[in-house]
């Protein structure tokens, strides 16, 4: 099997924060958040806070009528997400066939819960009617958005949709990375995708006491690593990655936003919710990923961590942050980006690698906000209240921990030439 250099060319992604990457950003650096209150107490949901999307039509602007009403909405958004992604790494409305085979270009759009929202909502319309929309089945396959995002672009290569619940968005970008990695793809599309609103759904979650307890106080919804952390914030949104082999981008002038060079998965096979005690999971990606990277934990910048502002998640990743990194563990500028955005369960993982790549591209660390009476116990560096300007992040490392156990860590670099690595590694 053949070792090629895995690069990032592009990325999109949508959500309460913004209708693009740049406005995203923009957002996270201004200390805005994507969540507010929306009172559900007609569904019997106690959660108050929320980061669902505006409706908005002018989003799916461009695409296939035909495709859309077979769309439920997570898959909408992935064909958003992939569209800045795409027009990014080949240029605006540029098709990428145009440049490289169909059949070299690969996609993986996972998602936690897929269209179970659109499930619902027909259910209950053929119920009332005894008939609803002849798309129903499609709606229900959570491989719709990879499925659409293929036929969109005829993007004829592999394909495959994780269900991974939070730790979706980074399996499924770590698996992109190793299948280009082994020379199997020259391109790939990957991330993922959520968007789930309806009040079953909502409820299922709350009644697991997973979401926030805050009723009146944003400050308090969203708080990761905080002593008055209750829950996590569910969210919606996509994003997606454009990654190639370094050659190809090379070959065709191809703009260079980072690296990925390290990927790891494991399981806690303990309980379907609740993290390991033993953190051994979670140790191990951490520090498989970085083996892969070819590197140790003094070489991390940055790490974007899964941060739920649940008390459960919160501590068992801060002790498997020192088991895992030892010393260095302290010293490496960490933060919950969370706190911005809520949390976008199969997308998370993926939007969160895009903010590791902004924070190589900009030198700036984003702030873990509301962090203001920190947990005793949660005692490392996550950059509470103020971004940290003017670093230099080389090396950055997601983490992302889902329902079911799965535990997953990719390490993103800034792109450096075969030469430059040489010469770095040997200073």
Not at 36 to 50: C, H, L, P
Not at 262 to 291: E, F, H, K, W
Request: aromatic share 8%.
């Amino acid at each position: 099997m053949s070792s090629k250099r895995v690069v990032v060319t592009g990325y999109g992604a949508v959500c309460a924060l913004g209708e693009n990457v740049p406005a995203i950003w923009d957002s996270i650096m201004e200390y805005r958040v994507g969540y507010s209150r929306i009172d559900m107490s007609e569904a019997n949901v106690q959660a108050k806070f929320f980061g669902f999307m505006a409706p908005d039509r002018k989003r799916y602007a461009n695409f296939s009528k035909t495709l859309l009403k077979m769309a439920p909405t997570f898959a909408k958004n992935a064909l958003v997400a992939s569209r800045e992604a795409l027009d990014m790494a080949f240029g605006t409305g540029v098709a990428p066939t145009a440049t490289v085979s169909p059949f070299d270009i690969g996609v993986i759009i996972g998602t936690g819960w897929g269209g179970t929202d659109s499930i619902i909502r027909n259910r209950d319309e053929f119920r009332e009617l005894g008939i609803t929309t002849s798309f129903a089945t499609l709606m229900s396959m959570h491989s719709i958005g990879t499925g659409l995002t293929s036929l969109n672009w005829n993007l004829r290569g592999y394909q495959n949709t994780p269900i991974a619940a939070c730790a979706t968005g980074t399996m499924a970008i770590g698996d992109a990375y190793e299948i280009i990695h082994s020379g199997r793809q020259k391109v790939m599309l990957a991330g993922g995708s959520e968007s789930l609103v309806e009040g079953f759904n909502v409820w299922s979650i709350d009644v697991t006491q997973a979401l926030s307890k805050a009723q009146d106080d944003p400050t308090l919804a969203c708080c990761p690593f905080d002593n008055s952390r209750s829950g996590f914030v569910l969210s919606e949104g996509a994003a997606v990655l454009c990654l190639e082999e370094l050659e190809h981008a090379l070959a065709r002038n191809a703009t260079i936003l980072g690296e990925v060079t390290g990927y790891a998965n494991c399981s806690d096979a303990y309980d379907m919710t609740a993290p390991a005690d033993d953190m051994q999971a979670r140790v191990q990606v951490i520090q498989r990923s970085l083996a892969n990277a070819g590197r140790d934990a003094d070489a991390i910048d940055y790490i974007n961590l899964h941060g739920t502002s649940t008390r459960q998640n919160d501590l068992n990743e801060t002790n498997s942050l020192k088991m895992a990194l030892g010393d260095a563990a302290r010293r490496i500028p960490m933060s919950s980006t969370k706190s911005y955005s809520g949390h976008l369960i199969g997308a998370a993982g993926s939007l969160e690698a895009i903010v590791c790549l902004k924070a190589i591209e900009s030198g700036t660390v984003p702030a873990t906000i509301h962090l203001v009476n920190p947990d005793p116990e949660c005692d490392l560096d996550y950059t509470p209240s103020l971004h940290a300007t003017g670093r230099n992040v080389d090396v950055a490392m997601n983490l992302s921990f889902g329902f079911g156990g799965t535990n997953c860590a990719l390490v993103l670099e800034k792109y450096h030439s075969a030469a430059q690595r040489q010469r770095s590694e040997e200073a």
